[in-house]
């Protein structure tokens, strides 16, 4: 198919219509031995990362891979069956289940047409590029009776479950508060000219979908995407959600906080958009949560590969009645309030979460899986609120910022920490200075913001849809 020729009518006879085309194909009743066939939608790193490692799984074959650059699916070998179009997967009839990962944009409204077509889906993290595609796919999900499990494979992680255990038993006393970061560094992603032209190998058509077909404005096609609104979520959604999640395994929430303000900006002068520097700071159930995220060099601290905090790059950092856990992919430790070391906590980072999204497959059910769709939703909103309630805000002096953070003791230890760390990187925050939000209210029940705030917040909550790659209101 050539770029651009993928025409609305050819394209709505699959989707304005696929609930009544797709439901003829409900999907293969699995047993427990019976081999459970995979389709790869997406790619680039972790789409190449799980082509491998649902492969080594025995009883998997993976028939089809699909990405919109076709020079991506050379990766897959001669005998996997390769399709530009999503779609084409979608409806083979002997594929069980998809793998979807695509940019952020894309992950809802390939999810449900997935579901549809009697498919179950992992989906990469963040499973959505706005509060309403999240549960727009919880809602598909249940209707179609889907199993489906996110990509935050730390719900597969020993160390994460079994510290989740323990302070939820009491064994630390109560969680006073929390730091949730990721500060590692990264560069900037320079700046252009004009409009880019796509790869000639991609079909930007299909890979922007729901999305504008706005020009390209990055030097780097494929990853920088994450840092531009109109196709990703940031350093929050693309590593922010991990710990996110583990915030909230650790402390047993099956809901999100009802507040957040945030600051920080984009520090780099590049063609990105997300902050680069970001705070948010939450309180919930009585435990006071600060989102630290952290982009840019810290050449007083902690160097080229970013700042450290708390003796952390990244992670959760719990304070309890009875002591302190830092815990982070892989492993944790729990000290006593005297800083002396009574647990540590070793995990494998969730290498068996592949495994987990197949056992439940095979099972009939998703009450096994380490990560379920709605639980992938919740922790992705704490991501949303976070972006909020930055891009509401305006600029504030310094000043206005540690007046919005005084009431706790982290959040100002963090905001002048990252104020070190932009002196160290000789900005000056006088001509370019934090972006500062309103505190935002959310209602959970409706999924929406309220009060002062509330219409300036409620523009990000659901997004335009580019037709006719429109996101169904009812799956």
């Known amino acids: 198919m050539k770029k651009g020729t993928f025409s609305r009518r050819r394209f709505l006879a699959g989707t304005a219509a696929a609930g009544a085309a797709f439901s003829l194909f409900p999907g293969r009743v699995l047993g427990a031995n019976d081999r459970v066939n995979i389709g790869i939608i997406g790619l680039g790193g972790k789409g190449g990362a799980h082509l491998a490692d649902f492969g080594k799984i025995p009883n998997v074959e993976i028939l089809a891979v699909c990405d919109a650059d076709k020079e991506r699916m050379e990766k897959a070998g001669e005998k996997i069956a390769k399709h530009q179009d999503l779609r084409r997967l979608i409806e083979m009839k002997d594929i069980d289940a998809v793998v979807i990962a695509t940019p952020d944009h894309w992950h809802c409204l390939a999810a449900i047409m997935a579901f549809q077509a009697g498919k179950h889906a992992y989906v990469e993290k963040p499973v959505s590029h706005c509060i309403w595609e999240g549960r727009k796919m919880v809602e598909a999900a249940r209707k179609y009776n889907r199993i489906v499990q996110t990509g935050t494979q730390q719900r597969s992680c020993p160390a994460v ?75 929050m959604g693309n590593w922010g959600v991990h710990y996110l999640d583990d915030l909230r395994h650790l402390l047993g929430w099956d809901d999100v906080p009802g507040n957040a303000i945030a600051a920080g900006n984009r520090w780099w002068d590049d063609d ?18 600060v989102i630290d995220i952290r982009n840019m060099k810290d050449p007083k601290k902690g160097g080229d590969q970013g700042a450290v905090y708390l003796k952390s790059r990244g992670g959760n950092y719990l304070m309890c009645e009875n002591g302190y856990i830092s815990i982070a992919r892989g492993g944790g430790k729990a000290f006593d309030k005297d800083g002396k070391q009574i647990k540590q906590y070793k995990g494998t980072g969730g290498s068996g979460h592949d495994a987990n999204f197949i056992n439940a497959i095979r099972d009939g059910s998703n009450k096994s899986l380490a990560a379920e ?17 930055f891009r509401v805000g305006k600029a504030a002096s310094v000043e206005e910022v540690r007046e919005s953070v005084k009431q706790h003791e982290d959040a100002v230890n963090t905001l002048e920490s990252m104020i070190e760390q932009l ?19 959310y209602d959970a029940k409706t999924e929406t913001f309220t009060g002062d705030h509330a219409k300036e917040a409620n523009r990000f909550v659901k997004r335009v849809y580019r037709e006719p790659f429109i996101i169904p209101e009812n799956g």
């Open 272 to 289: 990105g958009e997300t902050p680069n520097m970001h705070m948010c700071l939450m309180e919930h159930r009585g435990t006071k949560i």
């Open 423 to 441: 002196e160290g990187n000789a900005v000056d925050l006088k001509a370019k200075p934090f972006i500062l939000g309103p505190k935002l209210t």
């Open 161 to 235: 479950q079994e510290c989740a255990k323990d302070i939820q038993s009491g064994m630390y006393g109560k969680v006073l508060w929390v730091h949730c970061s990721k500060l590692d560094a990264r560069e900037p992603i320079g700046k252009v000219g004009g409009p880019q032209p796509p790869p000639e190998t991609v079909d930007y058509n299909l890979w922007a979908g729901p999305a504008p077909m706005a020009p390209i404005m990055r030097k780097e096609f494929h990853y920088d995407w994450h840092w531009q609104w109109d196709w990703g979520t940031g350093e």
């Open 373 to 389: 769709i709605e639980v992938g939703h919740m922790s992705t909103v704490l991501c949303h609120q976070a972006n909020i309630a």
